[in-house]
C-alpha cells in the first residue's frame, strides 16, 4: 500500500482546508492506507491544545487532530514553523511528533501521494 502525506499549510480556522486535510486523512486511514498529515506554517495551529471555537460554527480542529492520532495517522509538525508561531511542543496536542526539515522531506519523498491543503 503506498503511502499517503497530506500537509496543511493555512491556519485551522476561516478557510475550509483544515478540515479538509483532517477529513482525508480520516477516510485514507479508514480505508487501512498509511496516513501522515503534516503541518506547516500557520497549519501548526490545529494541534494546539486548549481551542476554543466558541460560536464560530467551526468544529475545533483540535478534536480531528486527536480523532486522526486515535485512527493511526501519524502526524507531524514542523519544527520551525512552530517555533515561528512561537509555540512550543508542550502546546501540542499529546502524540503529536514535532519534526525536523530532514526528516519531513525524508517522509514526503516516500509518500506515494502528496496532497496539499
Known amino acids: 500500500m503506498q503511502n499517503i502525506s497530506i500537509i496543511l499549510r493555512r491556519a485551522p480556522y ?3 482546508d483544515a478540515p479538509e486535510a483532517i477529513r482525508h486523512a ?10 501522515q498529515l503534516i503541518l506547516v506554517d500557520g497549519g501548526v495551529h490545529a494541534a ?20 486522526c492520532l486515535d485512527m493511526g495517522v501519524t502526524v507531524y509538525v514542523d519544527g520551525r ?17 514535532v519534526a ?15 496532497m496539499i491543503f
Open 14 to 16: 476561516g478557510t475550509i
Open 26 to 35: 480520516l477516510g485514507a486511514v479508514t480505508d487501512e492506507l498509511p496516513v
Open 48 to 67: 494546539r491544545k486548549g481551542q476554543d471555537t466558541g460560536t464560530t460554527g467551526y468544529l475545533s480542529a483540535e478534536e480531528g487532530i486527536r480523532d
Open 81 to 97: 514553523s512552530l517555533k515561528d508561531a512561537g509555540i512550543s511542543a508542550s502546546d501540542l496536542v499529546d502524540g503529536v511528533t
Open 100 to 114: 525536523g526539515d530532514g526528516e519531513l522531506a525524508s517522509i514526503m519523498k516516500n509518500s506515494g501521494t502528496t
